[in-house]
């Protein structure tokens, strides 16, 4: 969790970094949920969630978060699987032999 992404981008190795020279003033908090997938062994994708005040995440809440997030996080792993389950099956009907 960051408190503040303008304080966060000027450290000089922080966890976040201004990507829009345009925003670069900009202020806020930010949360980063991890959304960990067992069959790749790692994280394949991170839920961020960006409010305009600064001070809004606060860590001693990150259960309350991940409360809220965990229903998003097993869909995406969900769909992430379908997915894969579709272009597996798509590529056996590519490669399957017609009967004769």
Do not use: Q
């Not at 959304?35 to 839920?47: H, M, Q, R």
């Not at 860590?59 to 978060?65: E, L, V």
């Amino acid at each position: 969790m960051i408190g503040s992404i303008l304080d966060e981008a000027e450290k000089p190795k922080g966890c976040f970094a201004v990507t829009d020279d345009a925003r670069r003033n900009e202020d806020g908090s930010l949360m980063c949920y991890p959304v960990w997938f067992s069959p790749l062994n790692s994280v394949a994708f991170v839920i961020s969630v960006c409010y305009s005040k600064r001070g809004v995440f606060h860590k001693r809440f990150a259960n309350s978060y991940s409360e809220v997030l965990e229903p998003f996080a097993l869909r995406l792993r969900l769909v992430y699987s379908l997915l894969g389950l579709k272009a597996l099956i798509r590529n056996d009907c590519n490669t399957a032999t017609p009967a004769t």
